[in-house]
């Protein structure tokens, strides 16, 4: 399942004055593409799931833990990479979940840029390590049981990231394939 602004309202802006005389700043274009993963664990006790989320811009708003791709890295890799980093996880890739695709708009050096991200999520099984969270990028990361970390998350792609991994996750317990 994908998710996208739809490019239509974005190309009926193009040129268009707002009513109050030109833009003002020089706009740009770029194009993101990041990896991560919703790492899941058993609970102590066989009480079901917990999935490991972090905290950015301090703390306001909850996340799951992702990255830019470096040059010769493949989407998997960034999304093992980006977890141990972000969050001092070390986790498994076990299915690919899709790619999601959003726009937003930064400035960089006065010039107003739309900035086009594309994720690669990836389920994820915990394979060891403390949540510590990457103190430049990071403000906090923990587990939190299914229920709340899909209250917590703050944006609906990343909770139907982990409403998918989670449908994974239970076919692969049918077959039992997990760890």
């Known amino acids: 399942m994908r998710y ?23 706009q ?3 194009r993101v593409t990041s990896a991560g993963g919703v790492v899941l664990r058993e609970r102590a006790g066989g009480k079901g799931l917990e999935v490991l989320l972090i905290a950015i811009k301090d703390g306001r708003v909850w996340s799951l833990p992702k990255g830019q791709v470096e040059p010769g890295e493949r989407y998997f ?6 977890v141990r980093e972000e969050t001092g996880i070390e986790a498994k ?6 790619s999601i695709r959003y726009h937003f708009t930064v400035k960089d050096d006065g010039i107003q840029t739309t900035v086009t991200k594309e994720v690669h999520h990836f389920l994820m099984g915990y394979v060891g390590g403390m949540p510590r969270p990457q103190k430049e ?17 703050s944006h609906q792609n990343e909770r139907d990231a982990v409403l998918r991994a989670l449908a994974h996750w239970d076919n692969k317990a049918i077959a039992g394939t997990h760890g």
Do not use: H, Y
């Open 4 to 26: 996208s602004v739809g490019s239509r309202r974005r190309r009926s802006k193009r040129g268009m004055t707002g009513g109050n005389g030109p833009q003002s700043l020089p």
């Open 28 to 30: 740009s274009r770029r």
């Open 77 to 82: 890799q960034t999304a093992i990479r980006e």
């Open 93 to 98: 890739v076990l299915a690919p979940l899709g």
């Open 137 to 153: 990028e990071v403000d906090g990361v923990d587990w939190f049981p299914v229920p709340e970390a899909l209250k917590r998350l």
